[in-house]
């Protein structure tokens, strides 16, 4: 065999083959955030009451962000660990949930039945979850005292990465 | 309901993008996350539908192309843009395909040029064996 012929087209060939490699193994559809380590970005918004929540004021005390909807099933079925997670950790950690192409009135009719232990905020025209990079719904974001994005998570919450990124976040336990 | 419609786009409250609207051009450079082969401009989701409203509202404010751009990359990524940027990793999007072409066009050149001369026609032998061999050499 004529190895210097075959070798332009493998040096060629070889970089391609390795860049795809790369992508096995992976979801093509999930996006990585590309504000992971970053600053997270500010903003005001109001919660169903009226109140007005300042995040950059909020500094100091991690910060746990959920972007949900009522029409989202896989949004419903983290419900509960959300619920759970906020009783155990409220009281080192700040939770909301973001409402995402939904309306206030709706979420306000699916928490009457299932009362969450933190606010809820509107998010007009889907400004908020533009500037965070979210795809879809759910999506959750773990922000650290000083304002850092340190995990984003894309899909369901499990109970493992809700304590272990909290743990991670307070330096103790609930 | 033909008097309906002529009302309707009378009121102008039936209209369809103008390609040269500005906005829209830029919305045509900007993937939508929901359905991500297709621009924010044509895509139908709620979310590439937040994205125009934006992209439309900075437009307004007067934000250039490039500052509306730099905006959606800041939560997306590059990622976010249809046509890569033309520096790091997008440089070579850009330049590879040109240069993989050139590059196999010479090498097919190359290649052709150092094909064997063809072999002159020598008449059969009486020799069947001699005749399947030189055959078999000369293929």
Known sequence: MNWKRALIPALIIAPLVIILARSFGTDPRALPSVLVQQQAPDFVLTDLDGNRIDTQALRGKPLVLNFWSTWCEPCKAEHSLLQDAAQRWGDQVHFFGVVYQDTADNIRRYLEARPTPYPHLVDPEGRVAIEHGVAGVPESFFIDAQGRVVHKQTGVLTRDVINETLRALTGGTP | ?139
Not at chain 2, 9 to 30: M, R
Not at chain 2, 99 to 109: D, E, P, Q, S, T
Not at chain 2, 128 to 134: I, Q, S
């Open chain 2, 1 to 139: 309901m033909t008097a309906m419609l002529l009302a309707a786009l009378c009121l102008g409250q039936v209209t369809a993008e103008d390609p040269n609207d500005p906005a829209f051009l830029i919305g045509k450079e900007l993937r939508c996350p929901v359905c991500q082969g297709m621009p924010i401009s044509d895509s139908p989701s709620g979310m590439a539908i937040d994205m125009m409203g934006q992209v439309r509202k900075m437009h307004a404010e007067g934000k250039s192309r490039e500052e509306i751009l730099n905006y959606f990359t800041r939560s997306y990524g590059d990622w976010v843009l249809l046509r890569p940027r033309t520096e790091g990793v997008g440089w070579f999007v850009w330049t590879l395909p040109p240069v993989g072409m050139l590059v196999a066009i010479a090498l097919a050149l190359r290649y052709r040029k150092r094909a064997p001369p063809a072999t002159p026609h020598v008449p059969p032998t009486s020799d069947p064996y001699l005749d399947a061999v030189r055959k078999e050499v000369q293929s």
